[in-house]
């Protein structure tokens, strides 16, 4: 049989499988396993950021809370990390601004853009290794950040911890 042959009948399907050896089961089953734990953990992660700027006002939110769903595009989500993670910062940074606490800087947006542009040269070969780990370090620690942040603006707008932002019903 020719290498580049697909087997044409049960039989030879069955004897070139059967060939593999069993690690390789093993080493796809784990590739299967972490693939879809990768995609439930950024399935969470884009829900997260949708409710961090679902907890700011309508009029200092940008972009809209849905759009952090558009991370979840496989290429599109790179770009849009440019987009989501500084500008959700930017919202906090708005909205503590009106209440005039400035004490919680620039909310997150360093390790936000660091985390983007971490994400970009993770796709590089001969990079890629090493800037990816960084982006889930950087993109855990942006998380916590707003994620304590927009307990502060629920304190801020007076809104129970499960509720939507107050203002948001104007």
């Given at each position: 049989?020719?290498?580049?042959?697909?087997?044409?009948?049960?039989?030879?399907?069955?004897?070139?499988?059967?060939?593999?050896?069993?690690?390789?089961?093993?080493?796809?089953?784990?590739?299967?396993?972490?693939?879809?734990?990768?995609?439930?953990?950024?399935?969470?992660?884009?829900?997260?950021?949708?409710?961090?700027?679902?907890?700011?006002p309508?009029?200092?939110?940008?972009?809209?809370?849905?759009?952090?769903?558009?991370?979840?595009?496989?290429?599109?989500?790179?770009?849009w990390?440019?987009?989501?993670?500084?500008?959700?910062?930017?919202?906090?940074?708005?909205?503590?601004?009106?209440?005039?606490?400035?004490?919680?800087?620039?909310?997150?947006?360093?390790?936000?853009?660091?985390?983007?542009?971490?994400?970009?040269?993770?796709?590089?070969?001969?990079?890629?290794?090493?800037?990816?780990?960084?982006?889930?370090?950087?993109?855990?620690?942006?998380?916590?950040?707003?994620?304590?942040?927009?307990?502060?603006?629920?304190?801020?707008s007076?809104?129970?911890?499960g509720?939507?932002?107050?203002?948001?019903?104007?």
């Amino acid at each position: 049989m020719d290498p580049l042959d697909l087997p044409q009948t049960p039989e030879e399907w069955q004897e070139l499988l059967g060939a593999l050896p069993p690690q390789f089961w093993w080493m796809l089953a784990a590739l299967v396993f972490l693939s879809c734990l990768l995609l439930v953990l950024h399935v969470i992660f884009s829900y997260m950021l949708y409710l961090c700027l679902e907890a700011v006002p309508k009029e200092d939110r940008e972009p809209d809370s849905w759009q952090a769903f558009l991370l979840l595009i496989p290429l599109v989500g790179l770009v849009w990390n440019f987009i989501v993670y500084p500008k959700l910062a930017q919202s906090y940074q708005r909205v503590f601004a009106r209440f005039e606490r400035l004490e919680f800087g620039d909310c997150g947006h360093g390790i936000g853009m660091g985390y983007a542009i971490c994400m970009v040269l993770g796709i590089l070969p001969l990079v890629g290794l090493l800037p990816m780990l960084v982006a889930m370090v950087l993109q855990l620690m942006y998380l916590l950040r707003v994620w304590n942040l927009r307990k502060e603006i629920r304190a801020l707008s007076g809104s129970p911890p499960g509720a939507p932002a107050a203002s948001n019903y104007r």
